[in-house]
């Protein structure tokens, strides 16, 4: 059995951690700045001037449009990739 370290239980420490990471992803996400709904992985999203628009939102757009976008998952470029080595 685990003892508490500074008094923090284990369930405690779990949510702490927990709630730091959901933060972390919080701020971190784009959101609409008419409906402030989170776009979809895949969903095409517009820039505005003011900010960001999703799809949904796009005519009431507010200032002068500047290009949309795919939304990409967040670990995009992550891959891991096998490579073939050359012969020795």
């Given at each position: 059995m ?5 008094g923090i239980?284990?369930?405690?420490l779990?949510?702490r951690?927990?709630r730091k990471g ?18 979809l ?6 820039r505005?001037?003011r900010?960001l628009v ?5 005519p009431?757009?507010?200032g002068?449009?500047?290009a949309?976008?795919?939304v ?10 096998l ?6």
């Amino acid at each position: 059995m685990l003892r508490p370290i500074l008094g923090i239980s284990e369930k405690d420490l779990e949510r702490r951690l927990l709630r730091k990471g959901v933060g972390a992803l919080e701020a971190a996400r784009p959101c609409c700045s008419a409906c402030g709904r989170t776009p979809l992985v895949g969903e095409l999203v517009h820039r505005f001037s003011r900010g960001l628009v999703c799809e949904l939102c796009r005519p009431h757009g507010r200032g002068s449009f500047v290009a949309s976008e795919r939304v990409t998952h967040s670990e995009r470029g992550h891959a891991v990739r096998l490579r073939v080595r050359p012969a020795a």
